[in-house]
């Protein structure tokens, strides 16, 4: 799945929770979700869509670990995804939190997490969550 299908499955499901979802104001039926989606995901491309007060974006974004801006939200969708990587048992490994594959494998916990880093393009921008984990 790319980067640009994992966005829109994401941001498919955040707005169908939210509309769900009382306390926000959205006034259309959970039935009209992919149409809405469908038409946000392309304003995206184009400036046509209204990021800065939408509850689905905000969640969609804090779900794949990305700034809630244009600008990382079309970083995200035009970057490839980290390739997995064979993993040695014994060794750290860091896990993408999005697909569950491997995506670093190192002996010590510093060089992994080193390797995640620059696997993944994370920028480490303040109030962003890292896309993956480690473990042993």
Known sequence: MSNRELFAKTYTEALAE?????KHEYHWPV?????????????LDTNGTNINDSPAFKLACKRLGIKCTYKAIRE????????PVAHIEGNWKAVSHVTGAVIASAPTMDNCSAAALKASGYDQAPGTVVPYYLTK
Request: net charge positive; aromatic share 4%.
């Open 76 to 83: 995200f969708r035009n970057a490839t995804q980290a390739e």
């Open 31 to 43: 039935s009209d979700v992919p149409r809405v989606a469908a038409k946000m995901l392309t304003g």
């Open 18 to 22: 939210c509309v769900q979802n009382p």
